[in-house]
């Protein structure tokens, strides 16, 4: 079952990456551009600005869940955190990595660029995500606040697990 579900999910994942990116992204390309494996780039209809604005955003929206993730509010919420992050890297990958390469990270853009030696508008991959996480954490702050402290709630009885060993269960005779 599990098999069939992770099959169903990569084909999923294949449609979308075509529906979604340009044709000319589908491939690796040629072998002359063999030195810009894994490197970042954006995409030749793209301006730097746009590139820029691109990449803060799809940082801004990784850092938003950051934050609310890291909230003290959110601290018994905790049994998802790997498929939300998981999850917005998958949609933001896939909606951005065809016209920036969707970085959102400056140190995974530095070492290919590093290592096969090209820098083209490596600025937008530094400034792009740097910007959009200091907005998006300010913005975050700003407009949900953070607690000095977090009032202890008493749970709910449909909050508490069916196995829990707090639930005093009385006997049926």
């Known amino acids: 079952r599990l098999r069939k579900v992770l099959s169903n999910v990569i084909i999923a994942s294949i449609i979308l990456i075509q529906v979604v990116t340009p044709k000319d992204r589908l491939t690796a390309g040629t072998v002359d551009q063999a030195d810009m494996f894994c490197v970042n780039d954006l995409h030749v209809d793209l301006s730097a600005i746009q590139g820029l604005i691109i990449e803060g955003l799809a940082t801004a929206v990784l850092m938003l869940v950051v934050c609310s993730v890291w909230d ?6 905790s049994d998802s955190v ?9 949609v933001m990958g896939t909606a951005v990595g ?18 096969n030696n090209q820098w ?30 977090v009032e202890e709630e008493e749970p709910i009885p449909e909050a508490v697990a069916l196995n829990s060993v707090e639930i005093h269960k009385t006997e049926q005779s």
């Open 72 to 77: 003290p509010r959110n601290q018994k919420n």
């Open 82 to 90: 790997p498929i939300k992050f998981g999850l917005t890297v998958a």
């Open 98 to 115: 065809p016209y920036t390469g969707c970085s959102m990270n400056p140190a995974r853009t530095f070492a290919p660029a590093l290592w």
């Open 120 to 149: 083209t508008h490596h600025w937008i991959y530094w400034f792009g995500p740097i910007g959009g996480a200091m907005i998006s954490s300010f913005m975050y702050r700003t407009i949900f606040g953070v607690p000095d402290e």
